[in-house]
C-alpha cells in the first residue's frame, strides 16, 4: 500500500472543503443502516494505547432530546449575554445548532478511567483519551459528508448538566453532541464566514525553530 | 454537492484503515512542497467560531530536536516504571516513537487565549480550541497518508518542558509532537495489536436513551 491516486486525493480535497459543520437539517430520518455505518468508522479510528475510550449514546427519547435543547437555548442565552452592541445583534441572529430539526441526536463521550491500553501513552499528557476521541468524530463526519450526510457539532451546553441527564457514569466527558441529518443546504464556505462574524486566514503560518 | 461515488467511498474506508500511527521512520527527506502541502490541510478544517486556534512549530535545530528525544527518553522510562512483571517487559520492548528518525518534527499547539473567533461556541466548553486543532491534525494525517507518507503522533513527553525549551508563547498547550516522513513498512493493523498489548474491540457498542 503505497500513495494513493491522484483522482482520489482531489475528491478528497473536495470532501475536505466541504465538510462544514451543518446546523440547517430537513427533518426526514436517515436510514437506520446508513447511520450505523457512519458510526461503525469508529472501530477504524487510532486511539492512544489502542484504548478505543468513546463511549456513543444516542439519544432518542423525546424527552430527553427536550432537555437537551433546553441545555443548549439556556447556555447560549447565557453566551449571549457575554457581547454586547453590534455583536450582539450579529450573535442573537445566529443559527447555532440545528438540534430541533435534526433527526439524530448522538452525544460522545470519553471514558477518563478505560483500564483498555493499559495506560499506554496517556500517563504524560491524559488528555490524550479525549483526543482519540475527537479524532474519532472527525473521521466519522468526513465518512457521513461522502454519503451526503450532514453532522453537527454543538458545544454551547452545560455538560455537567448533560451528563446527568443522560446519567453516565461519573469518568465519562462529554466530548461532542452531535446533530445528523440530510443538510437543506450545501456550502463549502463556513456559516460564520458567510455571515460575516469571522473570516479564514488565507494563509497558513509556520514557525520554525 | 450531494453525496460522493461508491468507489471513492470504498477508497476513504482504505484509506482510514491504512491511517495508522507511524514509529518506523526511513531517514530520507520529504520534499518540501508535498510537506507543505498536507501542512496546508489545516486551511481546511472546521474550528470552534471560526478560531483557527492551531499553532505550528516546524522543529529542525538539532538541538532542539535533541532535546525533544530527550524529553521524550525520560518521560517513557517515567512510564515503565509504572509497569510490572510481564507487562514491564512487553513495554520496554515497545518502540514507541520514531523521532531520531523522521526527517521532520512538527510541533503543534492550541492558542486558548486567541481572540478569533471572538469566543463564539467555547465559553461553555473552552476545550473546543483544543478539539478544533486535534480534529485540523486527524485532516492533516489522512492528506499524508493519502501521499503515502506516515505520521506519528508521540504524546510520552513532559508538555510543560518542551513548551520551555521551544520558548512558547505562556497561552500555547501543546496538543501533538508529530513525526512526519516516509515509512519503513505499512500496514493496517496497529503495532500494538500486532504485538499483542491490546486488541480492538470488533463491534460499536451504541447505547440508547
Not at 494513493?4 to 470532501?15: G, V
Not at 432518542?60 to 439556556?74: D, M, P, W
Request: glycine content about 8%; proline content about 4%; overall charge negative.
Amino acid at each position: 500500500m503505497d500513495a494513493f491516486s491522484k483522482d482520489f486525493r482531489d475528491q478528497f480535497q473536495t470532501l475536505l472543503a466541504w465538510r462544514r459543520d451543518v446546523r440547517r437539517f430537513r427533518a426526514d430520518p436517515v436510514d437506520e443502516a446508513l447511520l450505523m455505518q457512519c458510526l461503525d468508522t469508529f472501530r477504524l479510528a487510532p486511539s492512544v494505547g489502542l484504548s478505543e475510550p468513546w463511549r456513543i449514546i444516542r439519544v432518542r427519547s423525546a424527552g430527553l432530546r427536550a432537555k437537551a435543547i433546553q441545555n443548549y437555548q439556556t447556555a447560549n442565552a447565557r453566551a449571549l449575554d457575554g457581547y454586547a452592541g453590534d455583536q450582539a445583534e450579529r450573535y442573537a441572529g445566529l443559527k447555532l445548532s440545528g438540534m430541533q430539526e435534526a433527526p439524530e441526536h448522538i452525544a460522545i463521550f470519553c471514558d477518563d478511567a478505560t483500564s483498555k491500553g493499559s495506560g499506554l501513552g496517556a500517563t504524560t499528557m491524559p488528555e490524550m483519551r479525549r483526543y482519540s476521541v475527537v479524532g474519532a468524530i472527525n473521521l466519522m463526519w468526513l465518512v457521513a459528508r461522502a454519503h451526503g450526510l450532514g453532522v453537527g457539532w454543538v458545544s454551547i451546553l452545560d455538560a455537567p448538566a448533560l451528563c446527568r441527564d443522560l446519567a453516565t457514569p461519573k469518568d465519562w466527558s462529554l466530548v461532542a453532541y452531535l446533530c445528523i441529518g440530510w443538510p437543506e443546504t450545501s456550502s463549502d464556505t463556513p456559516e460564520l464566514e458567510t455571515v460575516g462574524w469571522e473570516t479564514r486566514q488565507s494563509t497558513l503560518h509556520i514557525e520554525e525553530r
